[in-house]
């Protein structure tokens, strides 16, 4: 088969490497890129500008996630790695998307599964290329795939458990609008059938709107009942299928109902058992738990998985207490929704760093949140600063504005200076990080490391 592997990242490489495995093949590497890294030797190449319009006469074209399928031409057919993943797969599949939260629900459902005995892979979004898996996995595994909305944004199969976290604007420099990011991300339900099960955060109107979506198929299947039987909003104490778990929140303990108790009785863990601040974490626990559920993991398998997590990198982190002031590592917020949990997430006095390039957000809300939320003050940076300053100014938040022409050092100078003793630091910047840095962990690493200079 003539295969063009179109884009030659991380996940480029993967394919790449899973194709040519198989033998047989005539694969040349696409990238847009006019010079790239790491070639294999021998092995064709187009790059440049409009290197992916240059597709016509490939039989079979695999994008990386990133690269919008809009922007290929050929008269073949476009694939992903995801596509070739879900059609290989022999087992189970939990998949989970929203815009953020994706990592920390994931790694929580793999603690418990974990926890209960199951051998589990973790693959996707969070870093792992799916191909590079595929071949590892046993009869009886189980599989927890990370998915953004540009590894669903043709995907033409859904997992057995989709779960779908709180969704809001992003990604928009990149999707034409938010529709079609909300119709990307409904590829995690759309391709469902009757013996699957969704789970989708219980008030976001956008998961709502995914859930309300049908395929032509799935209306033919159900055409004399609500095809919503088979979604479930999770963390709600709500009546559902008799044989689905449900795990909610009451009065600081996670409440777990289990499937075909019909003495309704109902086991407690207390939520300070999750060492991961906010009560949107808590939330992302109730998600992990109904998928985990499904597999009917043990109350105990429960608490240690919850118990021995940790925060990821750059997730609402915590740094180092200097002084008396608690730092925390939120580089991944790149969203306000993002930024508002994080400020909801403490009680105390906090001073915040926002700012970056821009993902066509709008930063009003942040602004409106800040000025709720205990907000010593704030420092903009980046190419959003100017936009920022401009939305906290209109709240009265006071609001440091050092652009984008600064290093996080001084960045932190003009922090430590407005922090008081029991003050909570969070880099939690709302935006991308492109301009003032690598990427969001290159963010995230340059101000631990100012941290730890204090």
Known sequence: MKIAIAGYGLEGKSNYHYFAAQGGHDITIVDERAVVEDLPAGVPTILGENAFSQLQDFELVVRT?????????????????TNEFFAKCPVDIIGVTGTKGKGTTCSLIVKILQAAGRKVH???????????????????????YELSSFQLWDLEKSPHIAVILHIEPDHLDVHANMDEYIHAKANIRLHQNENDICFYHPTNEYAQQIIDMQSDEQKDWFQHRDWRWR????GVSESRDPNISV???????????????????????????????????????????????VYGVSDEAIKE?????????????????????RYYDDSIATT???????????????????????????????AQAASQSDVR???????????????????NVLAFNLGSNVTMKAIMAVVVAQTKDDDVVILSPACASFGMFKNY?????????????L
């Not at 996630?65 to 790695?81: D, E, F, H, V």
């Not at 590079?132 to 009886?140: K, Q, R, T, Y």
């Not at 003050?377 to 709240?395: C, N």
């Open 231 to 234: 979604a479930f909003r999770y």
């Open 377 to 395: 003050a704030v420092v903009v940076i980046g190419d959003e600063a100017d936009k920022i300053e401009a939305a906290l100014r209109g709240r």
């Open 65 to 81: 996630a990133g690269l919008n399928p809009n922007k290929i031409r050929t008269n073949g057919k476009i694939w992903s790695a």
């Open 441 to 453: 962990a290159d963010r995230g690493d340059q101000f631990i490391a100012a941290v730890n200079e």
């Open 122 to 144: 973790l693959i996707g979004n969070i870093g792992v290329p799916a191909l590079d898996v595929l071949s590892f996995i046993g009869a009886d595994d189980l599989v927890v």
């Open 305 to 325: 998985g919850l118990s021995t997590f940790e925060a990821l990198p750059h997730r609402l982190k915590f740094v180092r207490k200097v002084n008396g002031v």
């Open 336 to 366: 306000p929704g993002s930024a508002i949990a994080a400020m909801k997430s403490f009680k105390q006095p906090k001073v915040m760093i926002f700012g970056g390039s821009a993902k066509g957000s709008e930063f009003d809300e942040l």
């Open 247 to 293: 795990a909610y929140m009451q009065d600081q303990v996670f409440c777990i109902k289990r499937a075909g108790d019909e003495e309704g009785k109902i086991s407690t863990i207390p939520t300070a058992i999750l060492k991961i601040p906010g009560v949107h974490n808590q939330q992302n626990a109730c998600a992990a738990m109904d998928a985990a559920l």
